[in-house]
């Protein structure tokens, strides 16, 4: 089963609203990566995080590592409709074979 | 396209029979996983390839399932005598070496095909 505690379930936004999530996990990872996936398509890579403590951007998004190695956060800022999707987060082992283990899920909805 | 292909997309079959999937990984690229997603749900690995050879199978993996990557290019996950249980997204994913670093390889990023979905009845 999953591993990685994953929250909010999900979320409503509003465009331009900022968008927040966040991933914990009772092992440490060597890895935290962020995928979206669209509908009847495979994740898609974001955002990957390499160092404890590491704060990395990639446009709008923004992703840390924790200094644990144990949790993660991401952010996605001034939101777009595009934005609507399920986001994941995995942790990732050298150990392990790289293979990635994944948390639940955070859908991303827009407001009615 | 040169991403990773899946097919069938969609594979809809009766409880009891045989299924076959193929996945076409990035060219040159020697690390291949298949991982299975169910409805809401995050993917959850169930085996990975090194070049032909198979590494790691998952406790999900029953007798049931047979994963090959025979020339170490493409691979095809089999699941014999379906269940309803065994409906879901199959996805393939592929990865290559980016050389020796501090600690083993070190590889690039799994790059995921559009998965398979398999629907029992």
């Known amino acids: 089963g999953q591993q990685l505690n994953q929250s909010p379930q999900s979320m409503f936004i509003q465009e331009g609203e900022d968008v927040s999530m966040n991933c914990t996990s009772s092992?440490?990872?060597?890895?935290w990566l962020w995928y979206k996936q669209d509908p009847g398509e495979g994740p898609v890579l974001l955002i990957a995080?390499?160092?404890?403590?590491e704060l990395t951007s990639n446009g709008r998004l923004t992703a840390q590592f924790g200094i644990t190695r144990k949790d993660s956060f991401l952010n996605i800022s001034a939101s777009i409709p595009s934005d609507v999707g399920i986001y994941f987060c995995?942790?990732?082992?050298?150990?392990?074979?790289?293979?990635?283990?994944f948390g639940g899920g955070t859908r991303v909805l827009v407001k009615p | 396209d040169t991403g990773v292909s899946q097919n069938p997309r969609h594979k809809i079959t009766k409880r009891g029979q045989n299924v076959t999937f193929r996945c076409d990984p990035i060219?040159?690229?020697?690390?291949l996983y298949w991982y299975r997603q169910t409805l809401g749900q995050g993917p959850e690995f169930l085996t990975y390839?090194?070049?032909?050879?198979?590494?790691?199978k998952s406790r999900l993996l029953s007798d049931r399932f047979s994963a090959e990557r025979p020339k170490g290019s493409f691979s095809t996950l089999e699941i014999q005598r379906t269940e309803q249980g065994d409906s879901a997204m199959y996805l393939c994913?592929?990865?290559?070496?980016?050389?020796?670093?501090?600690?083993?390889?070190?590889?690039?990023?799994?790059?995921f095909g559009p998965g398979t979905r398999l629907t029992v009845l």
């Open positions: 994913a592929s990865s290559a070496t980016l050389g020796l670093a501090g600690g083993g390889p070190a590889f690039t990023e799994q790059f």
């Open positions: 092992s440490i990872f060597n890895t």
């Open positions: 995080l390499y160092k404890a403590g």
């Open positions: 995995a942790g990732q082992r050298k150990a392990a074979g790289n293979k990635l283990t």
């Open positions: 060219s040159e690229h020697n690390r």
């Open positions: 390839f090194q070049n032909e050879a198979q590494l790691e």
